[in-house]
């Protein structure tokens, strides 16, 4: 796996410093990716087939590379550090199937989902058993603030889905409801990967809540640039369908922001958009029109590269160093991603 083969060719130097960030933890990512592989073992063979088709399918291992980073930063040496980054990545795989059964997506990082391939049966099952499955290797490890951390943040993701969820099709979600509902949904789990690696290295509660708010504030821009993508990608490079959010009924911040410029004619036209059973062609990209005369996708992108800059602040009580650099190069790729 290499981050740095989901770059855009147009930001080659940021390339350069994420391969030099990867390098760092190079060895550590292998063996996270074979931890998966073993973790993925069972007798029934849908299991291992849909896990390790996720696997192949090129996936960022974001959070894994996360945990690694904020465990050297904090001068872990030990080696639970590697089952504890698949563990994160099983619950986060997990998340995804279930998601994708809502969403009644086709593709997921360019291939056929795994609900369009084996049905969603099968991948709610399997998102079931990635999640069991984690929780049982994590009573093992044995860390009762690590299974706190944890536990609470699959618990806040959980609300986040059914509170997006229950927002469908509604226009009146304000920015700071939906900033609400990502932070729950998307940085929960990305800030508690954070801390975990705080947590391993037994450091201060000030560097754990240091480490912890890096991951609360880069997870909220991630979801920032996730959703923005959604309206200017094209679906070879983005992996996934473009305007799926706005077929589904998802209020994101560019539509939002959108809706408190645009005309009341503009906002009819949205409202009858989001409300019919599919999304044509010539309607999303009148929709994409009414959020780029109103500056949506430029405020979401500003607001992202806000917390990105908070997030690098909350790091300054490190000293700095090649890890703690190779965690901005990390921040910054959250804004630069073009999938």
């Not at 391939?117 to 709610?124: F, R, T």
């Not at 690590?146 to 009146?172: H, K, N, P, W, Y």
């Not at 932070?183 to 240091?210: C, F, M």
């Not at 209020?251 to 009341?264: D, E, F, S, V, Y």
């Amino acid at each position: 796996m290499n981050l740095s083969e989901n770059i855009h060719p147009s930001v080659e130097l940021r390339t350069t410093a994420i391969e030099k960030a990867l390098e760092l933890i190079r060895e550590d990512l292998e063996k996270v990716d074979l931890e998966f592989r073993k973790n993925l073992q069972s007798d029934v063979s849908i299991i291992s087939a849909i896990g390790e088709y996720l696997l192949l399918s090129g996936g960022k291992r974001f959070r894994p590379i996360l945990l690694l980073l904020s465990a050297k930063l904090c001068g872990y040496q030990g080696d639970r550090h590697i089952p504890l980054a698949s563990l994160v990545e099983f619950i986060h795989t997990a998340t995804l199937l279930h998601d994708d059964v809502v969403d009644k997506a086709e593709i997921r990082r360019g291939n056929i989902s795994a609900n369009s391939k084996w049905g969603n049966e099968a991948s709610v099952l399997v998102g079931d058993f990635l999640f069991t499955k984690s929780f049982s290797l994590l009573v093992e490890k044995g860390n009762w603030e690590i299974f706190q951390v944890l536990s609470r943040a699959t618990t806040l993701m959980a609300e986040g889905e059914l509170e997006e969820l229950i927002r469908t099709d509604d226009l009146c979600l304000t920015e700071e409801g939906y900033l609400s509902i990502i932070t729950r949904k998307t940085a929960s789990l990305i800030s508690a990967t954070s801390q975990v690696g705080a947590i391993l290295a037994d450091v201060s509660e000030e560097r754990k809540k240091a480490l912890s708010r890096f991951g609360l504030d880069v997870g909220i821009a991630f979801q920032l640039m996730d959703d923005n993508l959604d309206y200017t990608s094209r679906e070879e490079e983005f992996g996934k369908e473009i305007g799926i959010d706005l077929q589904r009924g998802k209020i994101t911040l560019p539509l939002i922001h959108a809706l408190r410029h645009c005309t009341p004619e503009e906002k009819t036209f949205v409202q009858e958009t989001v409300d019919k059973a599919s999304l044509t062609k010539e309607a999303f990209l009148r929709v994409v029109q009414i959020i780029e005369r109103s500056h949506g996708i430029r405020y979401s992108c500003e607001k992202a590269k806000d917390y990105i800059d908070r997030a690098k602040r909350h790091l300054h009580l490190f000293q700095d160093s090649e890890v703690r650099q190779a965690l901005f190069t990390l921040a910054d790729y959250v804004i630069e991603r073009k999938l």
